[in-house]
T-cell receptor
Framework: QKEVEQNSGPLSVPEGAIASLNCTYSDRGSQSFFWYRQYSGKSPELIMSIYSNGDKEDGRFTAQLNKASQYVSLLIRDSQPSDSATYLCAVPRGRNEKLTFGTGTRLTIIP | GAVVSQHPSWVICKSGTSVKIECRSLDFQATTMFWYRQFPKQSLMLMATSNEGSKATYEQGVEKDKFLINHASLTLSTLTVTSAHPEDSSFYIC????????????FGDGTRLSIL
């Protein structure tokens, strides 16, 4: 089992709909979880971090964490074409040093 | 959010040239900086971990004599690609990390290196 798993996609969502991105991780001891967005040809950009079970909302983005199921997700409400990008789930190894990235989910918002 | 500046953003040079890339943490002291490489349509690949004042730790398969890393201060790390060849052409990205609980890595804008 990979340490951090994501569906690679592509995931196509109509504009205005909710995009749901999923990530599972193998290390039960993981304490923090990050979602990065990477546009083609650009570097990753941090969009959400979550540390506690439950939901965390920031604008149109909601991160959801379920440590018992080792599952973290990202919801994007009212999807816009500008949300089209690859979304990377990242989990630190050990004490907040190296990040283990999922392979990323390529999201396309269809106008 | 935290700002990490990477320079240059784009380099084209001849084979055999050495290229230096700078990574600066502008608004916090970065105890650790990371260097990644990314080929088209592939995932980020961690090359090395750089801690201020100590030698960098390289990932397996990364040549330390080829990719020289210096982390002279808490706000600056440099990566030098020595005697670059066409196969070194890639997108190089740094990130900075503040060693506190639950802190994320913040990425620079990346350097696109093309070796002719």
């Amino acid at each position: 089992q990979k340490e951090v798993e994501q569906n690679s996609g592509p995931l196509s969502v109509p504009e205005g709909a909710i995009a749901s991105l999923n990530c599972t991780y193998s290390d039960r001891g993981s304490q923090s979880f990050f979602w990065y967005r990477q546009y083609s040809g650009k570097s990753p950009e941090l969009i959400m971090s979550i540390y506690s079970n439950g939901d965390k909302e920031d604008g149109r983005f909601t991160a959801q964490l379920n440590k018992a199921s080792q599952y973290v997700s990202l919801l994007i409400r009212d999807s816009q074409p500008s949300d089209s990008a690859t979304y990377l789930c990242a989990v630190p190894r050990g004490r907040n040093e190296k990040l283990t990235f999922g392979t990323g989910t390529r999201l396309t918002i269809i106008p | 959010g935290a700002v990490v500046s990477q320079h240059p953003s784009w380099v084209i040079c001849k084979s055999g040239t050495s290229v230096k890339i700078e990574c600066r943490s502008l608004d916090f002291q970065a105890t650790t900086m990371f260097w990644y490489r990314q080929f088209p349509k592939q995932s980020l690949m961690l090359m090395a971990t750089s801690n201020e004042g100590s030698k960098a730790t390289y990932e397996q398969g990364v040549e330390k004599d080829k990719f020289l890393i210096n982390h002279a201060s808490l706000t600056l790390s440099t990566l030098t690609v020595t005697s670059a060849h066409p196969e070194d052409s890639s997108f190089y990205i740094c990130s900075a990390f503040r060693d506190r609980v639950n802190q994320p890595q913040h990425f620079g804008d990346g350097t696109r290196l093309s070796i002719l």
